[in-house]
C-alpha cells in the first residue's frame, strides 16, 4: 500500500475541513457554471415571474425533448411528482400499490399519504432492483399501481414488469428520481411505464438548487390531470374542479436546471469513466471483500456507486475505516421500508424480506460524482484495498 501517497493527497487538499474526498461535492459543478447560473438568476430576477410561467415551460420542453416524453409537468419535488401521479390516477383508501422495500422512503410515502396500502416486494440481489417475480406473487384484486424504482442509477427489469403489469391491466408508475438519462427498452427511464416521476434534488445526476421534480408520460389525459393537480385542481383560475395541492416548480429552479441539463450527458459519461476506474483498480489491487456493483443491463447512470461488504460488521468497519482517512460515504439505506416505524401498521417483520434487509447491512456508496479526479478515485480505492488486505 502506497500509505505515503495517501498521506500527502490527504494534506493537499484538506482545505474545507475533516473531509478531503466528500461523498459529493456541488461545488465544483456549480463553480464550473458561475456565469451561466448567475446569468439564468439575472433573467429570471428581472422577469418578475418566479412560479410556473415562460422559464417552467421552456424547461418542461427540453426535458420532454430529452426523455423522449410527449408531456413533462414540473413540480415541487420528487416526493410530490409520485403524490400527483397517483392523485392522477385515482388511488386512494382500500387501494394496494406494489412496490420494493429496499428504496428512499418517498416511493412508499406518498402511497401512505393517499391512503392506499405500500404491498412491499423483494430485491434481486445483484441488482438491487425490485424482483419482478416477486411483484407477480404480490398482485391481488386490490392492486392499483406497481412503482419499480431504477435504484442507483440502474434500470429496473421493466421489460419484465410491464408484461406482469399489461396481462394486469395494471399502470405501472416509474420511480425514476434517480436515473434521469438512463437508457431502459430502448427508450429512457421514465418514459416505458404509464408515468415516470423525476427528482431534481441537488445530488441527483440532474440537480436543482433547492427542491424541484418532473412527471413525465406519453398520455395526454394524464398530464393535464397533473397539472391540474399541482396548482390545486384549478382550471381556470379560482374554479376548482378537483381537490389538488400547491405542488408547483419554481421559474429560478428551472432556469438553473435549463443550463445544467446541457452538461447532464457529459456528466453522466464521467460518472460511468469513474465506475469504469474504480473497477480497474479493485481489479489491479485484488480487492476481495468488497464487491463493485454489477451492470447487469447496460447504460447504468451512477446516480450512486454502491459496494457490498458481506460479513458481520464489516461494511460498518470499512464506513469507519474510510472516514478515518477523509473519505465520505453513505448507507443506502439501512432499513428497509417493511421494518420502518411508521408502517409497522402494515405488519412486516425482520425476516420477511431477507435479500433487501442483507442488503441495507452490507451496502456502502463511495463517491462518484463527475468532477472527482483519477488520483482521489486511486486514494479511495488504496484505502479499501488497505481495509481488505488487514
Ligand atoms: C430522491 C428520491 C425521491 C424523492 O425525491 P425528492 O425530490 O427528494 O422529493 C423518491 N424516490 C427515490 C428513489 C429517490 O431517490
Not at 51 to 68: K, N, Q, S, T
Not at 196 to 214: E, Q, R, V, Y
Not at 271 to 278: D, F, G, H, V
Request: aromatic fraction near 8%.
Amino acid at each position: 500500500m502506497a500509505e505515503g501517497t495517501g498521506e500527502k493527497y490527504c494534506m493537499a487538499t484538506q482545505k474545507g475541513g475533516p473531509t478531503s474526498i466528500p461523498l459529493f461535492d456541488l461545488k465544483r459543478q456549480h463553480g464550473a457554471l458561475k456565469e451561466e447560473l448567475s446569468a439564468a438568476f439575472e433573467r429570471v430576477l428581472a422577469s418578475g415571474m418566479y412560479i410556473l410561467g415562460e422559464e417552467v415551460a421552456a424547461f418542461e420542453r427540453e426535458a420532454a425533448a430529452y426523455i423522449g416524453c410527449r408531456h413533462a409537468v414540473g413540480v415541487a419535488s420528487g416526493s410530490e411528482a409520485l403524490l400527483i401521479a397517483m392523485m392522477a390516477l385515482g388511488i386512494g383508501p382500500g387501494d394496494e400499490v406494489i412496490c420494493p422495500t429496499y428504496t428512499f422512503f418517498a416511493t412508499a410515502g406518498s402511497v401512505r399519504r393517499l391512503g392506499a396500502r405500500p404491498v412491499w416486494a423483494e430485491i434481486d440481489p445483484v441488482t438491487f432492483n425490485v424482483s419482478p417475480e416477486d411483484i407477480a406473487r404480490r398482485i391481488s384484486s386490490r392492486t392499483r399501481a406497481i412503482i419499480p424504482v431504477h435504484l442507483f442509477g440502474q434500470c429496473a427489469d421493466m421489460e419484465a414488469i410491464m408484461k406482469i403489469a399489461a396481462s394486469g391491466g395494471i399502470p405501472v408508475i416509474e420511480d425514476a428520481a434517480q436515473a434521469i438519462g438512463t437508457p431502459c427498452c430502448g427508450r429512457m427511464a421514465g418514459a416505458v411505464g404509464s408515468i415516470g416521476c423525476i427528482s431534481f434534488f441537488p445530488t441527483k445526476n440532474l440537480g436543482a438548487l433547492g427542491d424541484a421534480g418532473m412527471i413525465v408520460t406519453d398520455d395526454h389525459e394524464l398530464a393535464e390531470k397533473c397539472r391540474m393537480l399541482r396548482t390545486h385542481g384549478m382550471e381556470p383560475k379560482y374554479f376548482h374542479k378537483i381537490v389538488g395541492l400547491n405542488g408547483r416548480i419554481d421559474a429560478l429552479q428551472c432556469a438553473f436546471l435549463r443550463v445544467k441539463l446541457k452538461r447532464l450527458d457529459g456528466w453522466i459519461a464521467a460518472r460511468r469513466r469513474n465506475a469504469a476506474l474504480y473497477r480497474r483498480l479493485f481489479d489491479e489491487m485484488e480487492i476481495r471483500g468488497v464487491e463493485p456493483p454489477v451492470e447487469v443491463r447496460p447504460g447504468h447512470t451512477y446516480n450512486q456507486f454502491v459496494v457490498r461488504v458481506p460479513g458481520e460488521g464489516r461494511r460498518d468497519a470499512l464506513r469507519k475505516f474510510l472516514a478515518g482517512r477523509g473519505i465520505g460515504t453513505e448507507i443506502y439505506y439501512p432499513v428497509p421500508l417493511h421494518m420502518q416505524e411508521c408502517f409497522a401498521d402494515l405488519g412486516g417483520r425482520e425476516g420477511d424480506f431477507p435479500e433487501s434487509e442483507r442488503a441495507a447491512r452490507e451496502t456502502l456508496a463511495l463517491p462518484i460524482f463527475p468532477e472527482l479526479t483519477e488520483d482521489e478515485i486511486r486514494y479511495v480505492a488504496e484505502a479499501i484495498a488497505g481495509f481488505a488486505a488487514a
